[in-house]
């Protein structure tokens, strides 16, 4: 339509010439095409699941965490959110090379917890879980987050990084926890908030699909209707994650329930409990 | 390397490209000032711009080994770093054995309970260890108290600084027996000139200072903790506005996190109780509810078990949860004296 606009100006040779350059650009922009066939090919070779470092969630969840998805833990306060992320961040750092990139809004990365973890889950005397504490905790890299727009930065940058190939692969990366940075933009009059939120949310996801790595985010809880607690951040950010865990301790003791409440592959609604040690 | 791959905003980026930078090779031999002209964007954003242009050509050349994202540190290198923290001392030793030695910086740490069970002393407590000299296990920091109950009572601040520099004597004593101790060169005076108090006394002033301690701490680099005594106060009156008060109080305690990080100093916040129906029953849980309740990164718990006052670790990502009898004397905050068989030191 563009094309014939430009003929019926007849100084417009050039003007032409440029719409075209355009169109081809615009053309050259979209993604190629896939069957399901491909698709598949995709998900067996490329996306691998990642062990969460304990064997009843990882048998629950069907293996762990898949790459390419964004998975969501809700939970109120000191449920074991952050010891599940630490937990994983060390299983994944050990089970595999490549580097496990932890965002951190809450001051709540613990790097004696993380050498205490990977203690418990190397079963190697004593000389080599040093070695072995040593290497996976070289490859979690951990940046501190306190705002929405360091968050969006970082994510760029990232970006930036695994398309040019340098430095080394992420294999996951965790968001301990999102909603502390969105709760402060969140509501009142403007729509910005929600805009940045949705941003995030699907900058996460478009990450974790190109680049294969898997993302683990934490939410917290807040009191709905009648007191009932539900999870934070709203309608919108319901539809982001791909799975969505719900995690409860019992008050005192040391045992956590996970229930699943949004899983692609599983019924919602199974439950299981663990023990944080 | 395109100036479309740049991590600039689509806005810059759209007027890099209107006015023909197309590639970074183009953005590195021209000045600020020529491209704020023909960007027709102010100097300081121009210079931005060149800042991020000229740190991604670096990039692209040099890359080191776990650039994954600038800025970033890894686990090993945070625990030796870690492991170079001094913790702050509660001068309960029962106490200090469930925190794993005191409270710890680069945290913010919530403490909540019934009134009279001793919040504010153990504030004041704190305020005055941070000062404790280094070679007496301490930090030799500085204190910022933000009271907003006005419930900071500057005797008892005394009394206790008083009770904390006898007790660094008997140290001495103890250390150096017979030896000519070395003098404790601090005066109880010292330790009131080196908190740092405010009084607030509406949010708005609470929000602002918190505001301003970024700037008032890199001035005061010595400044080791942050009291706010209480956070709750000036919240639990006249809000109309409940998403707006967790819109603030949320805001706020992501600045108290970047405070605690950015100059390795420990945050309390001291919080009250109330009472919440849920299940049938009546219980007391921490005030400014369930959103709030993520706000920290530990949480200690305070509460009356018969005649004793006890804490209980309600929230940490290192510690596990337990809880330990403490009593406030005239000294200040000591072990409990009911099971006290260990010699109390500092």
Same mark, same amino acid.
């Given at each position: 339509?563009?094309?014939?606009?430009?003929?019926?100006?007849?100084?417009?040779?050039?003007?032409?010439?440029?719409?075209?350059?355009?169109?081809?650009?615009?053309?050259?922009?979209?993604?190629?095409?896939?069957?399901?066939?491909?698709?598949?090919?995709?998900?067996?070779?490329?996306?691998?699941?990642?062990?969460?470092?304990?064997? %009843?969630?990882?048998?629950?969840?069907?293996?762990?965490?898949?790459?390419?998805?964004?998975?969501?833990?809700?939970?109120?306060?000191?449920?074991?959110?952050?010891?599940?992320?630490?937990?994983?961040?060390?299983?994944?750092?050990?089970?595999?090379?490549?580097?496990?990139?932890?965002?951190?809004?809450?001051?709540?990365?613990?790097?004696?917890?993380?050498?205490?973890?990977?203690?418990?889950?190397?079963?190697?005397?004593?000389?080599?879980?040093?070695?072995?504490?040593?290497?996976?905790?070289?490859?979690?890299?951990?940046?501190?987050?306190?705002?929405?727009?360091?968050?969006?930065?970082?994510?760029?940058?990232?970006?930036?990084?695994?398309?040019?190939?340098?430095?080394?692969?992420? %294999?996951?990366?965790?968001?301990?926890?999102?909603?502390?940075?969105?709760?402060?933009?969140?509501?009142?009059?403007?729509?910005?908030?929600?805009?940045?939120?949705?941003?995030?949310?699907?900058?996460?996801?478009?990450?974790?699909?190109?680049?294969?790595?898997?993302?683990?985010?934490?939410?917290?809880?807040?009191?709905?209707?009648?007191?009932?607690?539900?999870?934070?951040?709203?309608?919108?950010?319901?539809?982001?994650?791909?799975?969505?865990?719900?995690?409860?301790?019992?008050?005192?003791?040391?045992?956590?329930?996970?229930?699943?409440?949004?899983?692609?592959?599983?019924?919602?609604?199974?439950?299981?409990?663990?023990?944080?040690? | 390397?395109?100036?479309?791959?740049?991590?600039?905003?689509?806005?810059?980026?759209?007027?890099?490209?209107?006015?023909?930078?197309?590639?970074?090779?183009?953005?590195?031999?021209?000045?600020?000032?020529?491209?704020?002209?023909?960007?027709?964007?102010?100097?300081?954003?121009?210079?931005?711009?060149?800042?991020?242009?000229?740190?991604?050509?670096?990039?692209?050349?040099?890359?080191?080994?776990?650039?994954?994202?600038?800025?970033?540190?890894?686990?090993?290198?945070?625990?030796?770093?870690?492991?170079?923290?001094?913790?702050?001392?509660?001068?309960?030793?029962?106490?200090?054995?469930?925190?794993?030695?005191?409270?710890?910086?680069?945290?913010? *740490?919530?403490?909540?309970?019934?009134?009279?069970?001793?919040?504010?002393?153990?504030?004041?407590?704190?305020?005055?260890?941070?000062?404790?000299?280094?070679?007496?296990?301490?930090?030799?920091?500085?204190?910022?108290?933000?009271?907003?109950?006005?419930?900071?009572?500057?005797?008892?601040?005394?009394?206790?600084?008083?009770?904390?520099?006898?007790?660094?004597?008997?140290?001495?004593?103890?250390?150096?027996?017979?030896?000519?101790?070395?003098?404790?060169?601090?005066?109880?005076?010292?330790?009131?000139?080196?908190?740092?108090?405010?009084?607030?006394?509406?949010?708005?002033?609470?929000?602002?200072?918190?505001?301003?301690?970024?700037?008032?701490?890199?001035?005061?680099?010595?400044?080791?903790?942050?009291?706010?005594?209480?956070?709750?106060?000036?919240?639990?009156?006249?809000?109309?506005?409940?998403?707006?008060?967790?819109?603030?109080?949320?805001?706020?305690?992501?600045?108290?996190?970047?405070?605690?990080?950015?100059?390795?100093?420990?945050?309390?916040?001291?919080?009250?109780?109330?009472?919440?129906?849920?299940?049938?029953?009546?219980?007391?849980?921490?005030?400014?509810?369930?959103?709030?309740?993520?706000?920290? *990164?530990?949480?200690?718990?305070?509460?009356?078990?018969?005649?004793?006052?006890?804490?209980?670790?309600?929230?940490?990502?290192?510690?596990?949860?337990?809880?330990?009898?403490?009593?406030?004397?005239?000294?200040?905050?000591?072990?409990?004296?009911?099971?006290?068989?260990?010699?109390?030191?500092?």
């Amino acid at each position: 339509m563009l094309v014939a606009l430009a003929e019926q100006n007849s100084t417009s040779e050039r003007l032409k010439q440029g719409i075209t350059q355009v169109l081809s650009i615009i053309d050259g922009l979209h993604q190629p095409w896939l069957d399901g066939m491909e698709l598949l090919e995709d998900a067996q070779w490329n996306k691998r699941i990642l062990s969460m470092g304990c064997e %009843r969630i990882d048998m629950f969840l069907q293996g762990g965490l898949h790459e390419g998805h964004l998975t969501e833990l809700v939970g109120p306060s000191s449920s074991g959110k952050t010891q599940v992320c630490l937990r994983a961040a060390s299983s994944v750092a050990k089970n595999y090379l490549d580097s496990v990139l932890f965002l951190d809004t809450c001051n709540s990365f613990s790097p004696k917890r993380i050498a205490q973890i990977v203690g418990q889950i190397s079963d190697s005397d004593n000389k080599e879980v040093n070695k072995v504490i040593q290497r996976v905790m070289n490859s979690i890299v951990y940046h501190a987050v306190f705002d929405i727009y360091t968050l969006l930065n970082v994510l760029h940058r990232l970006e930036f990084n695994l398309r040019s190939q340098k430095g080394s692969q992420v %294999r996951l990366l965790i968001v301990d926890s999102i909603s502390s940075l969105i709760s402060p933009i969140l509501g009142g009059n403007g729509t910005n908030g929600r805009a940045l939120m949705t941003s995030a949310g699907i900058l996460l996801k478009k990450l974790a699909q190109q680049h294969n790595f898997a993302v683990l985010v934490t939410n917290h809880m807040v009191a709905g209707e009648r007191g009932i607690l539900k999870p934070a951040l709203g309608e919108s950010w319901k539809s982001i994650p791909h799975v969505r865990l719900q995690l409860s301790r019992d008050h005192g003791s040391n045992i956590c329930n996970m229930s699943i409440i949004r899983h692609p592959l599983m019924a919602s609604g199974e439950e299981v409990k663990f023990m944080i040690l | 390397m395109e100036v479309s791959r740049l991590p600039l905003s689509a806005s810059q980026r759209g007027k890099l490209i209107y006015a023909g930078y197309t590639s970074l090779s183009s953005l590195s031999s021209v000045s600020s000032s020529e491209l704020a002209r023909d960007l027709n964007v102010s100097e300081t954003e121009a210079l931005e711009i060149l800042k991020v242009a000229s740190y991604s050509g670096w990039l692209d050349g040099t890359s080191g080994s776990h650039a994954i994202v600038n800025g970033a540190q890894t686990a090993w290198d945070m625990l030796h770093e870690e492991e170079l923290l001094r913790r702050i001392t509660t001068s309960s030793a029962d106490l200090d054995d469930i925190l794993g030695g005191g409270i710890s910086c680069k945290e913010v *740490t919530e403490i909540g309970g019934v009134p009279g069970i001793g919040k504010t002393q153990l504030g004041i407590q704190l305020a005055v260890n941070v000062q404790i000299p280094a070679n007496y296990g301490g930090l030799g920091g500085k204190a910022i108290y933000i009271d907003t109950e006005g419930s900071f009572m500057v005797e008892r601040v005394l009394q206790i600084a008083e009770a904390c520099l006898e007790d660094m004597l008997d140290y001495d004593v103890l250390l150096h027996k017979g030896v000519q101790a070395c003098q404790v060169k601090m005066q109880p005076k010292d330790f009131l000139a080196n908190i740092y108090y405010f009084r607030i006394c509406s949010y708005t002033e609470l929000i602002a200072v918190i505001n301003y301690l970024e700037k008032f701490i890199s001035e005061h680099k010595d400044v080791k903790v942050v009291i706010v005594d209480s956070i709750t106060f000036h919240f639990r009156q006249d809000f109309e506005d409940m998403a707006l008060r967790t819109r603030l109080l949320s805001g706020m305690a992501l600045k108290l996190m970047k405070l605690a990080k950015k100059f390795t100093l420990a945050v309390i916040l001291l919080n009250q109780v109330t009472t919440k129906y849920s299940e049938g029953s009546f219980h007391l849980t921490l005030a400014l509810g369930d959103s709030w309740s993520h706000a920290c *990164t530990s949480r200690l718990i305070l509460y009356w078990n018969s005649n004793e006052r006890y804490a209980y670790i309600d929230k940490s990502p290192s510690l596990r949860s337990a809880s330990s009898p403490y009593s406030v004397t005239g000294r200040g905050i000591r072990n409990s004296t009911s099971n006290c068989k260990r010699i109390k030191m500092m």
